[in-house]
Nanobody, 120 residues
């Protein structure tokens, strides 16, 4: 199975922090570019941050200064550290990546999503 699995979503108070993880399945040989997206209730899915395999990062304006995207290539995992969380950050967060499998050079896949709720 070629899949990404997110974890780390939780209910947190405003100002709190969460660290989301995106883990690759055994069938994935290598993860190339990683993107974190989020979808709030009633809204379209939007980009949060991206990171290339070499470590180049980009952030949406709302994420700059608060969120940090990172990766561990040997572990085949991606991360999103979220600090100073606001109620408007409440959303399902998805991991997306281009991956290399043993039978395909590039497959674009989504994780199942993990729910982040910021509320007092």
């Amino acid at each position: 199975q070629v899949q990404l699995v997110e974890s780390g979503g939780d209910l947190v108070q405003p100002g709190g922090s969460l660290r989301l993880s995106c883990a690759a399945s055994r069938s994935i040989f290598r993860i190339d570019d990683i993107g974190w997206y989020r979808q709030a209730p009633g809204k379209e899915r939007e980009l949060v941050a991206t990171i290339t395999r070499s470590g180049t990062t980009n952030y949406a304006d709302f994420a700059k200064g608060r969120f940090t995207i990172s990766r561990d290539n040997p572990k085949k995992e991606g991360y999103l550290q979220m600090n100073s969380l606001k109620p408007e950050d409440t959303a399902v967060y998805f991991c997306h990546a281009g991956v290399l499998t043993f039978i395909s050079q590039n497959v674009q896949i989504w994780g199942q999503g993990t729910l982040v709720t910021v509320s007092s």
